[in-house]
């Protein structure tokens, strides 16, 4: 069994099987953080694939300052909100007469047909688990990232300044603001008991 | 403690990450806000069943799909039929726009094409769309870069740069003068700073050795030694090669070491004179700047305001923040940018 320094080493020269077996305990972690991100599993598996390979080309400059893991999930991170920036600069191009900031800062409400289940299903069902889903992707990336991480990935704040490249300060209220909208949603809703 | 200011950091008490005074007036506060407490107890309950949500398991054949990526990234396969020469005039039209590329085509017309596209691979997953970099560069220059100000029938002057491939009717030349200062403006139109073209120095190093392998064992020992990044390349192969012989190595190095390295490199077999070209990075800054540009852009509105609520400085602190991340990521470009690539390419001799 190698360690994970050993195996860090055999990538760096070349070693594709090595870096495979490196990153195989967190690749579930890296699919279901893209997952949250994207929205689909097809994306998801895409997009995951996609931080991997990046991962494995740039992998000296990997240089310790956080944990691999981390280091991991903000290459997936990175790569998930480019894609997602591209989707959107497709499908609605920067025209020079469209508002850009939203008002009172709230986020743009998607016009997704309101099929919000009861307030008395299970929160263990899977629909109501893909409704979530809908909610975080009206959230801004900033938001949807910092919610993500915290409260489905369960990172630490420190963690998560790593993975984000950004100050705790940042973190702080990025989470803040994003527990605030999704909480308001759900209240507009009466999705919380 | 008034419920507006206990709510901002219900957050951050949820998660513990209070100061000892925080919590004590938060605790205060709550004791005496029926309000304030649902509100806490709306974000714990959202916040659990967060915690719970299933999620889903890597799909099958997913580890195979990673292999084969992996093993195609080894290998980078070009075929004549992949890649295409790009025709006279498109090298005409670079060349009347001042790109470096095409002194490093015309050297040769295989290897340094390769080797671009190579160091090119970072943000292009297909390997087989070399002509892309050209066109993204041809583009560059058929931008109207012509600064209009438009008059908008509310009378309020707005300024927009037309760095968008320009469509006539959205160009009208200004009645008065084209100079006018960017104003903070009431329309919502956001202004695109085009970035110039950016291109970091990229030489390549043909050398011939009497073995492959040992010499890139050398090569990757000098890169460590001096404390270079260094990845694989495919040794400017037009046909498919398999196995580490295949490899070139390509370094990045800062322009003051560049003499040194080549010095030690050099030495290592029999070199050809290097060969130099460009990598172009302006896509990369564009995306940075487009970014910042949007978040200048909303927080110039804010501040343009006499007065802010208490959300609006929340958010303004939040651009603020961002516009720190996008300078930080704008310095990390440019130190990139200055890092010559060295390719290094290996031709065996065949003993008789």
């Known amino acids: 069994m190698q360690s994970e320094e050993q195996l860090l080493q055999k990538s760096l020269s070349g070693d594709t099987r090595a870096f495979e077996e490196l990153v195989a305990q967190y690749q579930g972690k890296v699919y279901a953080l893209a997952f949250r991100y994207m929205g689909s599993e097809e994306d998801a598996s895409d997009m995951a694939q996609e931080a991997l390979l990046k991962a494995y080309k740039s992998l000296r400059l990997f240089k310790g300052n956080s944990s691999f893991g981390t280091w991991l999930y903000r290459i997936t991170t990175n790569v998930c909100l480019d894609e997602l920036r591209k989707r959107k600069r497709r499908i609605s191009p920067l025209s020079l007469d469209e508002p850009l900031a939203m008002q009172d800062g709230e986020e743009v409400d998607k016009e997704i047909a309101d099929q919000s289940p009861g307030a008395d299903i299970l929160y263990e069902q899977k629909e109501f688990s893909d409704y979530i889903q809908t909610l975080l992707d009206e959230l801004r990336p900033e938001h949807k990232t910092a919610i993500v991480l915290r409260d489905v990935m369960e990172l630490s704040y420190e963690e998560i300044a790593q993975t984000l490249d950004c100050s705790l300060g940042t973190v702080k209220s990025r989470i803040s603001r994003a527990r605030d909208m999704l909480r308001k949603k759900l209240v507009d809703r009466e999705l919380i008991p | ?352």
């Open chain 2, 1 to 352: 403690m008034r419920c507006e200011a206990c709510r901002e950091l219900l957050s951050p008490y949820l998660d513990k990450v209070c100061s000892e005074k925080e919590n004590k007036m938060i605790q205060a506060h709550l004791k005496a806000c029926p309000g304030c407490r649902e509100q806490l107890g709306e974000m714990q309950r959202m916040v659990e069943f967060l915690h719970h949500m299933p999620l889903p398991s890597l799909p099958e054949g997913f580890a195979e799909s990673l292999h084969r990526r992996l093993d195609a990234e080894n290998l980078i396969i070009f075929t004549p039929q992949q890649y295409k020469i790009p025709k006279k005039q498109s090298w005409i039209a670079a060349a009347i726009a001042g790109v470096a590329l095409v002194g490093g085509v015309y050297a040769s017309t295989v290897l340094p094409l390769g080797s671009m596209i190579a160091s090119w691979q970072e943000n292009r997953q297909e390997a087989g769309k070399p002509r892309v970099a050209i066109n993204e560069i041809l583009k560059e220059f058929t931008y109207d870069k012509t600064v209009v100000t438009d008059k908008n029938p509310g009378g309020q002057v707005v300024q927009k740069s037309a760095g968008t491939i320009s469509k006539p009717e959205q160009v009208k030349t200004a009645d008065n003068d084209k100079e006018a200062a960017p104003a903070i403006d009431n329309n919502n139109a956001p202004s695109n700073t085009q970035v110039g073209p950016r291109f970091a120095d990229a030489e390549a190093v043909r050398l011939t050795v009497a073995n492959a392998t040992e010499t890139r064992k050398q090569v990757i020992q000098i890169a460590a030694a001096n404390g270079l990044p260094y990845s694989y390349n495919n040794n400017g192969c037009v046909e498919a090669l398999s196995g580490p012989t295949a490899q070139g190595v390509t370094l990045k190095v800062a322009p003051q070491d560049v003499d040194k390295v080549m010095g030690q490199l050099t030495a290592l077999g029999q070199a050809a004179k290097p060969s130099q070209s460009s990598i172009d990075m302006t896509e990369q800054f564009q995306d940075v700047q487009n970014q910042m540009d949007q978040v200048q852009d909303q927080r110039n509105k804010l501040v343009a305001k006499a007065v802010l609520s208490a959300q609006e400085l929340r958010q303004l602190d939040e651009l603020n923040a961002e516009i720190e991340t996008l300078t930080d990521k704008q310095a990390r470009l440019e130190k990139e940018a200055s890092l010559v690539t060295i390719n290094v390419y290996f031709i065996e001799t065949v003993n008789p």
